[in-house]
């Protein structure tokens, strides 16, 4: 069922991405947010096709999200941490020289 979701999400993404792209700037700029006299939709509000279904794309991707994430949390009841097993090595106080093992030597460089 996530595999289903996952692969929609991807795919609505890409069309929200596509729809946002595709629609007319009815707006100046930044200058719409210091009282310029365009209502924030226009005079008509969202009566274009293309705001009708960003609006409806956009839902369905935060339904999809949110159902994605509630059936991922109901296939993974435990975390990866949980399933992390820790080996516990016992090192001795105090190592006496004779008995460590020796690390070997690199030979030395000829010289000539």
Do not use: R
Not at 2 to 16: D, K, N, P, R
Not at 78 to 96: C, R
């Amino acid at each position: 069922m996530t595999g289903i979701l996952l692969v929609s999400q991807f795919i609505l993404a890409a069309v929200l991405t596509i729809a946002v792209l595709l629609q007319k700037s009815s707006s100046i700029g930044l200058g719409a947010y210091s009282g310029s006299n365009e209502s924030l939709f226009g005079a008509k509000g969202p009566a274009g096709f293309m705001a009708k279904f960003t609006f409806i794309v956009g839902f369905i991707f935060i339904v999809n999200t949110i159902s994605l994430g509630y059936f991922y949390n109901q296939d993974k009841k435990t975390s990866l941490a949980e399933q992390i097993s820790v080996e516990k090595s016992v090192v001795p106080q105090s190592l006496d020289s004779a008995k460590a093992p020796q690390t070997p030597t690199a030979p030395a460089a000829p010289k000539n």
